[in-house]
């Protein structure tokens, strides 16, 4: 196929366009992020802004795109790769399903019984001097939460979307009775609605006087319910179940957030740490065991409890694809599911050692990090 692959670097972004001809006719750009797995900054190369002309359109052209761009970021050093599709279009270019969709609801008039425990406290717009305290509490409560975004004080602006895409967003910061900041807020900037998509205190009984102001702010707004665009396992849900919460999780088969591994065995040896943590908090510890980890991209062995060669070492493998594993790594599939697959086997009773290394919190990217 003629034509040229053009890249333009401008910070973290990396512009790619398919010129054929002179012309521009299919185009992307590459965000040069890191996202947190296992409590562990991973590399990650993130794509959007993808498109082809309309007249170029059914030529093949993102194609080729899409699979230099594969191979670009993993020469760029990326470990893994992700994005917000559509559906039955990236698994093409070995993209899955990894990032599902939660929504929280709470009636306004059961929201409103959060005023038994909050306290004094005002609220104020996020101020330009308040970013570097948001990205440090954020990063402190997100790094557990797999594929989560790194925030960065050097790129992180504030709030700019809500929870849809064209949506704008606002924020408020949150202080007590002293003066000091206890936690902020994002949400829609709304006249009729009150969609929060992020909330993260310092101290959890701030969590009271949050929900009772979304609650002042549903009166005022004369909207019956506030919801919550966030992971349904986020510290705030979870406390909002006291007072009534329903909560809806979509599964995309083909689309939404997806994600691929580009580099394997850097990954792996990245997450090692971590993953042996695991296991010497398990009933696994102590047992020499090494598994390896076979997919179309490598053979990745995973050593715990002591070098490989020592005696009575436990000997597992699995055979998956790299899309698979992916699911696996940030916890959207189970172990036990996982194995059920037929394109997937394994030697040796693997699901308690996967079980232990893998899963958690739910996947999540929040909406501000989107791209």
């Known amino acids: 196929m003629c034509g040229e692959i053009q890249t333009k670097v401008e910070g973290r972004w990396h512009g790619r366009h398919l010129v054929v001809h002179g012309e521009s006719v299919s185009r992307l ?26 007249e170029h359109r059914m030529k ?31 698994n093409k270019f070995g993209f899955i399903s990894c990032l599902p969709d939660h929504r929280s609801s709470i009636a306004t008039r059961d929201a409103e019984g ?35 975004l790194v925030r960065e004080e050097e790129f992180f602006t504030g709030f700019r979307e809500g929870s849809a895409y064209g ?10 009775e002293d003066g000091e900041r206890i936690g902020y807020a994002a ?9 929060v998509v992020e ?43 006291r007072y009534g919460c329903n909560t809806q999780i979509g599964y995309r088969r083909m689309g939404g957030g997806m994600m691929r591994i580009l580099n394997q065995d850097t990954l792996f040896r990245k997450l090692q740490p971590a993953l042996q943590e695991r296991v010497a908090r398990s009933p696994l510890a102590g047992s020499p065991t090494t598994v390896g980890l076979e997919t179309d991209l ?16 436990r000997r597992w493998r699995v055979k998956l694809g790299q899309d698979k594993l992916m699911q696996l790594v940030v916890g959207y599939r189970a172990a036990d599911d996982l194995l059920a697959d037929p394109d997937v086997t394994a030697e040796g009773d693997v699901r308690a050692l996967l079980e232990v290394l893998f899963g958690g919190l739910s996947p999540y990217v929040w909406r501000v990090d989107t791209f």
């Open 29 to 54: 750009s590459v965000l040069d992020a890191s996202i947190w797995l296992l409590g562990v900054e991973i590399r990650m190369g993130g794509i959007g802004a993808v498109g082809t002309k309309r």
């Open 60 to 90: 093949g052209y993102a194609r080729r795109l899409l699979e230099d761009t594969v191979q670009y970021m993993t020469a760029l050093g990326c470990d893994v790769s992700m994005l917000f599709g559509i559906s039955d279009f990236y």
């Open 114 to 148: 959060a005023a038994e425990g909050a306290g004094a406290y005002t609220t104020r717009p996020v101020e330009q001097e308040d970013l570097p305290w948001i990205v440090g509490l954020y990063n402190g409560r997100n790094r557990r939460r797999p594929a989560a």
């Open 167 to 176: 949506v704008e967003a606002d924020a408020f910061v949150m202080q007590n």
């Open 187 to 195: 949400f829609d900037d709304s006249r009729t609605a009150v969609n």
């Open 199 to 241: 909330v993260n205190v310092a101290d959890w009984a701030a969590h009271w006087s949050f929900l009772h102001e979304f609650a002042k702010m549903a009166v005022e707004r004369r909207c019956g319910e506030v919801q919550l665009h966030m992971a349904s396992d986020d510290p705030f849900v979870r406390f909002a179940r």
């Open 298 to 313: 490598a053979t990745t062995e995973l050593h715990f409890n002591g070098a490989p060669e020592a005696d009575q070492t």
